[in-house]
């Protein structure tokens, strides 16, 4: 069974930074591309970053490129959202995803067959 747990999300000051991390279990991590979606209150759930299986290929949602960086640790078993100079628009639950392949469409929600439970950042103005 695929478990997908976050950690690292918290309470901010515009600025700030904080590390997001997502530790996977259940089936070979070095396989899948993984991804990391948000959800604001009121909004739809939306693409923040994905990076391939391994690593080599990176995206981002244009309104977190040059502050966010998503990295994969595959001895770990761990994806990682580094956030920098967060601004209160990133205010949202943070949700890892696990895709189906090695690569995808990384910002279709349908490529990824598998999600955390979620971390709430709030950032303060």
């Known amino acids: 069974q695929v478990q997908l747990v976050e950690s690292g999300g918290g309470l901010v000051q515009a600025g700030r930074s904080l590390r997001l991390s997502c530790a996977a279990s259940?089936?070979?991590?070095?396989?899948?591309?993984m991804g990391w979606f948000r959800q604001a209150p009121g909004k739809e759930r939306e693409f923040v970053s994905g990076v391939s299986w391994g690593g080599a290929y990176t995206y981002y949602t244009d309104s977190v490129k040059g502050r966010f960086t998503i990295s994969r640790d595959n001895a770990k078993n761990t994806v990682y959202l580094q956030m920098n100079s967060l601004k209160p628009e990133d205010t949202a639950v943070y949700y890892c995803?696990?895709?189906?392949?090695?690569?995808?469409?990384?910002?279709?929600?349908?490529?990824?067959?598998?999600w955390g439970q979620g971390t709430q950042v709030t950032v303060s103005s």
């Open positions: 995803a696990q895709g189906n392949s090695p690569s995808g469409s990384y910002r279709n929600p349908l490529t990824y067959g598998y």
């Open positions: 259940g089936r070979t991590f070095s396989n899948y591309a």
